[in-house]
């Protein structure tokens, strides 16, 4: 038995490679691409699971026919691996309820997520959680050892697997192991409030290649390296691993920001099931059964305190009380997906929402004619689409966002240029997407202020509008989920080399 500097104790570490499976390219992420329903007669099926990453990597493994190893969603449940239609071989990895409760729920979402997220919620920490993300850890280890071929590639995903590349490295040095934080790297006076920050940052540093989104996360990232006894050398690069680090054993990771992006060919076509005209009358409806409004707002997030959602009704409410906009002519549609709802500031956040809706719709509905139109549920990526394709405004006002590929998602819609974009100064979306009309979601009158300008400017100034969306859709065909993945895997064969 050895122990990895994150204090995790491997069993059958090796220094020649364990027993390796057949895969030569493995995802690990804490979610698999589907969720496990059990229907009321009890036969199992497959959901869609939520999120931005599930989007982004969905397509990536799919065009390298990949090993993706993860959660199937629900305690308790430990499905054989199976592979889907699209060639995608699914390696389930069980977690049960106490996992569930301590390690996905406890430090993955009340400890880390609300940390990583510069405090909008304050974190909980909790040595039993920490205890369980370890061995679940361990657990997650283990598997994508079992399965990854010698000289495999290993590209672990996100905050809930940070000690997965050092138990790894331990099981199976052979591997070429790259790391991608899919939420923010907070500024290190706020990462060092982490009890386990020293465990945490070695487990991470055993990996080849370490990715965030944003140019800021890699100088928060290596600030904060600068106060441990690493060695650092090059500059910050977009697409390019421009840094390296060596740490005290020698070993060197490379260190740079990609930023993610979206399936933008999946978007060219209004639904994968139907036709152009069948799409465009099934969007008419829509709009006809909404009361033809002139004017759409739409909201699309997984229920979650970061995404500002509540803050966005409240801005919506006092421009119609002010009569800026007219109950009679606007409406605005909130698609607010399931996400954490055992979590207590989840749970608040979603009955504040609600309260918001239904007091919004009592003040200013008519009988049949919601002002504001809520789901709390998934939709179907083609439904997603009409929403997207329906909407003349999309708001997008996290308080803090690693990237929101929702705000992206909308701007591929627009092979017209029409529409815009309310988009906050704290998604990382925004660093690309500059023509947005930009918002502080702290401010609400700053975010009634780019509302009223969105709307404005689509009557007064359509010819700018169009520059300015046409601008945000030339940046998102241009930068694909294709160009992020090639991106860094071909920095990762660079850094292993
Ligand atoms: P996050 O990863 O924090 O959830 P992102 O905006 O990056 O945020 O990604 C969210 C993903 O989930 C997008 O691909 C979006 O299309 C999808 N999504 C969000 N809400 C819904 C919904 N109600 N139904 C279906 N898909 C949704
Ligand atoms: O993109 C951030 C992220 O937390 C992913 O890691 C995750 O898959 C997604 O959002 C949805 O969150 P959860 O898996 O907790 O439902």
Same mark, same amino acid.
């Given at each position: 038995?050895?122990?990895?500097?994150?204090?995790?104790?491997?069993?059958? =570490?090796?220094?020649?490679?364990?027993? &390796?499976?057949?895969?030569?390219?493995?995802?690990?992420?804490?979610?698999?691409?589907?969720?496990?329903? /059990?229907?009321?007669?009890?036969?199992?099926?497959?959901?869609?699971?939520?999120?931005?990453?599930?989007?982004?990597?969905?397509?990536?493994?799919?065009?390298?026919? @990949?090993?993706?190893?993860?959660?199937?969603?629900?305690?308790?449940?430990?499905?054989?691996?199976? $592979?889907?239609?699209? @060639?995608?071989?699914?390696?389930?990895?069980?977690?049960?309820?106490? %996992?569930?409760?301590?390690?996905?729920?406890?430090?993955?979402?009340?400890?880390?997520?609300?940390?990583?997220?510069?405090?909008?919620?304050?974190?909980?920490?909790? $040595?039993?959680?920490? %205890?369980?993300?370890?061995?679940?850890?361990?657990?997650?280890?283990?598997?994508?050892?079992?399965? &990854?071929?010698?000289? &495999?590639?290993?590209?672990?995903?996100?905050?809930?697997?940070?000690?997965?590349?050092?138990?790894?490295?331990?099981?199976?040095?052979?591997?070429?192991?790259?790391?991608?934080?899919?939420?923010?790297?907070?500024?290190?006076?706020?990462?060092?409030?982490?009890?386990?920050?020293?465990?945490?940052?070695?487990?991470?540093?055993?990996?080849?290649?370490?990715?965030?989104?944003?140019?800021?996360?890699?100088?928060?990232?290596?600030?904060?390296?600068?106060?441990?006894?690493?060695?650092?050398?090059?500059?910050? /690069?977009?697409?390019?691993?421009?840094?390296?680090?060596?740490?005290?054993?020698?070993?060197?990771?490379?260190?740079?920001?990609?930023?993610?992006?979206?399936?933008?060919?999946?978007?060219?076509?209004?639904?994968? #099931?139907?036709?152009?005209?069948?799409?465009?009358? &099934?969007?008419?409806?829509?709009?006809?059964?909404?009361?033809?409004? #002139?004017?759409?707002? *739409?909201?699309?997030?997984?229920?979650?305190?970061?995404?500002?959602?509540?803050?966005?009704?409240?801005?919506?409410?006092?421009? *119609?009380?002010?009569?800026?906009?007219?109950?009679?002519?606007?409406?605005?549609?909130?698609?607010?997906?399931?996400?954490?709802?055992?979590?207590?500031?989840?749970?608040?956040?979603?009955?504040?929402?609600?309260?918001?809706?239904?007091?919004?719709?009592?003040?200013?509905?008519?009988?049949?004619?919601?002002?504001?139109?809520?789901?709390?549920?998934?939709?179907?990526?083609?439904?997603?689409?009409?929403?997207?394709?329906? =909407?003349?405004?999309?708001?997008?006002?996290?308080?803090?966002?690693?990237?929101?590929?929702?705000?992206?998602?909308?701007?591929?819609?627009?092979?017209?240029?029409?529409?815009?974009?309310?988009?906050?100064?704290?998604?990382?979306?925004?660093?690309?997407?500059?023509?947005?009309?930009?918002?502080?979601?702290?401010?609400i009158e700053d975010t009634k202020k780019a509302m009223l300008q969105a709307a404005w400017g689509l009557k007064d100034n359509p010819e700018m509008m169009k520059e300015r969306m046409a601008s945000m859709y030339n940046q998102v065909m241009e930068h694909d989920v294709d160009l992020w993945a090639s991106a860094f895997l071909s920095a990762l064969d660079k850094a292993r080399a």
């Amino acid at each position: 038995m050895s122990e990895t500097a994150t204090g995790v104790s491997v069993k059958g =570490a090796n220094q020649t490679g364990g027993a &390796a499976g057949n895969n030569s390219f493995v995802v690990v992420a804490n979610r698999l691409p589907v969720d496990m329903i /059990t229907e009321a007669d009890g036969t199992k099926t497959w959901q869609a699971s939520p999120g931005g990453l599930v989007s982004a990597l969905s397509p990536v493994l799919e065009k390298h026919q @990949g090993c993706w190893v993860g959660w199937p969603g629900v305690a308790d449940e430990s499905p054989e691996p199976f $592979r889907t239609e699209r @060639g995608v071989l699914l390696h389930p990895v069980e977690l049960t309820q106490y %996992d569930y409760e301590e390690f996905y729920e406890g430090f993955s979402n009340a400890t880390l997520w609300p940390l990583y997220h510069n405090l909008i919620v304050t974190p909980e920490f909790n $040595r039993s959680w920490w %205890d369980a993300y370890r061995d679940v850890n361990l657990r997650f280890a283990t598997e994508v050892a079992s399965v &990854a071929a010698h000289g &495999a590639t290993v590209w672990v995903q996100d905050y809930q697997l940070q000690l997965v590349p050092g138990i790894l490295r331990q099981l199976r040095p052979d591997l070429t192991i790259g790391f991608f934080l899919h939420i923010p790297f907070p500024p290190p006076e706020i990462y060092r409030q982490l009890p386990w920050r020293d465990e945490m940052l070695r487990g991470l540093m055993d990996a080849d290649l370490i990715g965030f989104h944003l140019v800021s996360n890699v100088r928060n990232f290596v600030e904060l390296c600068r106060s441990y006894d690493f060695e650092i050398s090059g500059d910050i /690069t977009i697409r390019e691993a421009g840094i390296t680090i060596t740490t005290p054993s020698g070993h060197k990771l490379g260190v740079g920001a990609f930023p993610i992006s979206i399936d933008t060919s999946a978007m060219a076509t209004p639904t994968a #099931s139907g036709s152009h005209e069948e799409a465009d009358e &099934a969007l008419e409806q829509m709009h006809l059964d909404m009361g033809s409004p #002139s004017t759409v707002f *739409l909201g699309v997030d997984r229920l979650d305190y970061t995404k500002g959602i509540l803050q966005r009704l409240l801005a919506f409410e006092e421009l *119609l009380d002010s009569g800026a906009l007219d109950p009679a002519d606007v409406a605005l549609v909130q698609l607010a997906t399931p996400s954490r709802e055992r979590i207590d500031s989840y749970r608040i956040t979603r009955s504040n929402v609600e309260e918001a809706v239904g007091r919004i719709n009592g003040r200013f509905a008519q009988i049949g004619r919601p002002v504001v139109h809520y789901q709390h549920r998934s939709v179907s990526k083609d439904v997603l689409m009409r929403y997207y394709r329906l =909407a003349d405004i999309m708001l997008v006002t996290p308080f803090r966002d690693g990237m929101n590929l929702v705000a992206k998602e909308f701007v591929a819609t627009r092979a017209d240029s029409s529409g815009a974009l309310v988009l906050s100064e704290f998604a990382g979306a925004a660093d690309e997407l500059t023509q947005a009309h930009l918002c502080n979601p702290f401010d609400i009158e700053d975010t009634k202020k780019a509302m009223l300008q969105a709307a404005w400017g689509l009557k007064d100034n359509p010819e700018m509008m169009k520059e300015r969306m046409a601008s945000m859709y030339n940046q998102v065909m241009e930068h694909d989920v294709d160009l992020w993945a090639s991106a860094f895997l071909s920095a990762l064969d660079k850094a292993r080399a």
